[in-house]
């Protein structure tokens, strides 16, 4: 009885692969708000958790999709910084708020076409091919922009919508994740791109597009993390050309990884990711509401990570060997 015990939980495992940091964040929930009761029970404490959570958990979803094909995108934070100001200068110049928000997405997702295109073509490592155009955009975003701050466009119900309402981004990102999800269960797209992940040779030789996979999620990538700055400079009515970055690109990735994405590919989980993002949420929001020294906050959330990782890897590693079984 204990080893048929033992078997179906290892299979929970493997079938749900968010279980284990689900139970993390679940745990981090329950310990916060024992330790302070305004953690969850206040509107302002549930609003700020969700617009912690939202902007990682959308580029994570991105991230996710390349990072199961042993790719990654190093640029995505500077894609979230430029993509306002794309949008800023379009209404400027005569476009309504909504086609302007549509060529910032549309800028995004040509930086992410450019990053696939050189990795592709031009057999240049994704980690080297993103660093370039990370220092590049951000080059190009603090040369247009002359390092000031702006206003995004002034539009009562579009600017609600995307993001000046307190709730529209974690909505944004629950319907992104739901529909990426889909992709990446049940449809060709994402059964193609978690097979070329786990055996690009084997995957090609089978008649998939592998390339085609690749610079299609570059795309959707650098599509998100343009939307995903546009979101939030709605949210905060500003524009910041230092904003996002490296930090937020760490974020995303980092959500990705402890919801169960593997670095070296072949496998991921949207759901997962969103769970990831949602811890690192819990811990920012609630180390910061318990009064952690600013000092200390770094020191703490990474060791969090670390373990909430190596946690989420001996799951998967004890749920394959019961699958081997």
């Known amino acids: 009885m204990r080893t048929r015990g ?3 939980l290892r299979e929970l495992f493997l079938q749900w692969q968010e279980t284990s940091i689900l139970v993390v964040a679940v745990l981090l929930v329950a310990y916060f708000e024992s330790a302070n009761t305004d953690f969850l029970l206040t509107s302002a404490s549930l609003q700020n958790l969700t ?30 910084a430029m ?64 390092g000031t701050p702006a206003s995004p466009p002034d539009d009562g119900m579009f600017a609600q919508l995307m993001g000046a309402w307190g ?3 974690i909505l944004w990102a629950l319907v992104i994740v739901a529909v990426l999800h889909v992709v990446l269960r049940h ?15 084997g995957a090609a030789e089978a008649g998939i597009a592998v390339n085609r996979l690749k610079i299609g999620n570059f795309i959707i990538t650098g599509a998100l993390a343009g939307l ?18 490296n930090q937020m690109m760490f974020l995303a990735v980092a959500a990705g990884v402890i919801g169960g ?31 952690v020294n600013a000092f200390t906050f770094n020191i703490i959330l990474g060791a969090a990570i670390l373990l909430a990782m190596v946690f989420n890897i001996h799951i998967v590693r004890l749920a394959r060997s019961g699958k081997a079984e």
Not at 228 to 245: C, H, K, W
């Open 83 to 146: 993509a306002p100001f794309v949008m800023h200068f379009a209404a400027e110049a005569g476009a309504p708020a909504p086609l302007a928000m549509l060529l910032g997405v549309a800028a995004g997702a040509a930086v992410g076409l450019m990053n696939g295109m050189i990795t592709v073509v031009l057999f240049v490592p994704s980690f080297v091919t993103t660093l370039g155009t990370l220092f590049l955009i951000n080059g190009l975003t603090l040369t247009i922009s002359a």
């Open 6 to 8: 033992r078997v179906g």
């Open 51 to 80: 617009q912690y959570i939202a902007p990682a958990a959308i580029i994570a979803c991105g991230e996710i999709m390349l990072m199961i094909m042993g790719e990654i995108d190093l640029s995505a934070g500077m894609v979230f």
């Open 187 to 201: 449809m060709r797209w994402g059964l193609h791109t978690t097979a070329a992940g786990a055996n690009p040779t």
């Open 167 to 169: 709730y529209s981004e």
């Open 228 to 245: 995903t700055g546009i979101l939030e400079a709605f949210r905060i009515s500003s524009i910041d050309p230092q904003a996002g970055g």
């Open 261 to 291: 994405t593997s670095l070296a590919g072949g496998s991921g989980t949207i759901i997962g990711g969103l769970i990831g993002a949602s811890v690192l949420g819990v811990l920012s929001d609630g180390l910061t509401l318990i009064g």
